[in-house]
């Protein structure tokens, strides 16, 4: 018995030293220590056992499960440590290495365009309003005093969503919701967004582009006060040298009306072939708010006068980077987009 118990602290300790990781430990308590382990078997035992030798034989199987389980943590807790060591090597961050750069996403050509303009208006002291993409027929047309039977309330131009509900097709609306939100008192503002009309798609139709209404109301304006801005707006936008034109024109919500020409961004004037050689590029639409417009909108066009623009943002943007297909600011081709900062 006393032979049988020597053997197996021997084995227990040699199994224990030549265990290689915590897995191969773990067996080894089960195999001596465990329920059916060795160890437990040896207690079966002192049944058969005389009352004197129990205690006796009971104290040495005790000595040897304490000795192996002493060694048994002993070698758990320096395996534990290794392996936590290894895993440490394992997962080591070479903080040396160069970092992997981030792609950083760029404006859109037509984001760097808007930003600018609005940055030129701020700074002439106006505000920013925007207005919802769908908007009412009254807002729209209506406010805008289009007739009842203008052409651009056509169905081929003007996406309705229902009667009186329709896709915006300018950013005229917002000057009708600035008026009905500012009245009686002045407005000095721009408001930059999209509009929409039905068209067939091609290199130079969208069924979607960019507006950047402008509109100012107060008492005594006068309409050389608007050709002074957009002579200034020019000059900012495009270079110091730049001249403005104004040829008579329509809109059913100014009066007068002018189209406005800038000189030729790249010839200066000269004639080449994007102005078609005649030294100008018509960029805008402008005119003296109609007195009907300022009365929709709650101003008394005998004590208010204003005057408002309208300016394409896509025809700026395409002009100033050479852009020769409208469809390409709205494809989303990263290899067209990156291009641009
Ligand atoms: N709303 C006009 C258009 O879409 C532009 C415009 C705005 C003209 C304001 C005059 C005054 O063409």
Redesign the pocket.
């Known amino acids: 018995m006393l032979d049988k118990l020597n053997e197996i602290k021997e084995i227990a300790l040699n199994q224990i030293k030549a265990a290689k990781d915590s897995k191969t430990l773990e067996e080894i308590k089960i195999k001596f220590l465990g329920k059916k382990g060795e160890i437990t078997s040896l207690l079966k035992l002192l049944g058969s056992l005389s009352a004197e030798e129990k205690p006796k034989f009971g104290a040495l199987v005790n000595d040897v499960r304490n000795f192996i389980e002493t060694e048994l943590d002993k070698f758990f807790a320096e395996i534990k440590n290794r392996e936590l060591n290894e895993k440490f090597l394992q997962e080591k961050v070479d903080i040396t290495l160069p970092g992997r750069p981030q792609k950083i996403g760029v404006r859109h050509p037509i984001r760097i365009v808007l930003d600018q303009i609005e940055e030129i208006f701020i700074g002439m002291g106006f505000d920013i309003e925007e207005g919802p993409e769908i908007d009412t027929d009254f807002n729209n047309f209506k406010a805008m005093n289009f007739q009842d039977d203008h052409p651009a309330r056509d169905s081929q131009d003007t996406f309705y969503i229902n009667e009186s509900v329709l896709f915006r ?4 609306p917002i ?1 009708a919701r600035t008026m009905q939100k500012m009245a009686p008192n002045p407005v000095r503002v721009i408001c930059p967004g999209r ?1 929409f009309r039905r068209d067939d798609i091609d290199a130079t139709h969208s069924v979607q582009f960019h ?1 950047v ?2 509109l100012l109301i107060d008492k005594n304006v006068k309409f050389s006060d608007l050709i002074g801005i957009l002579q200034l707006f020019a000059q900012k936008m495009f270079g110091e040298h730049m001249k403005i034109r104004l040829r008579p024109s329509f ?1 059913p ?2 009066e007068p ?1 002018a189209e406005v020409d800038v000189s030729c961004i790249f010839c200066g004037g000269k004639g080449c072939s994007f102005c078609k050689h005649s030294g100008w590029l018509e960029i ?4 003296a708010v109609h007195p009907n417009v300022l009365k929709t909108g709650g101003y008394d066009p005998e004590i208010y006068s204003g005057w ?4 394409g943002a896509e025809r700026i943007a395409l002009l100033k980077y050479q852009i020769n297909d409208i469809r390409l600011t709205f494809e989303n081709d990263v290899r067209f987009l990156k291009q641009f900062r």
């Open positions: 097709t300018h950013t005229s000057q509009a507006q209404e402008g809109f919500f100014t009306s805008l639409g402008a005119g408002a623009f309208g300016m």
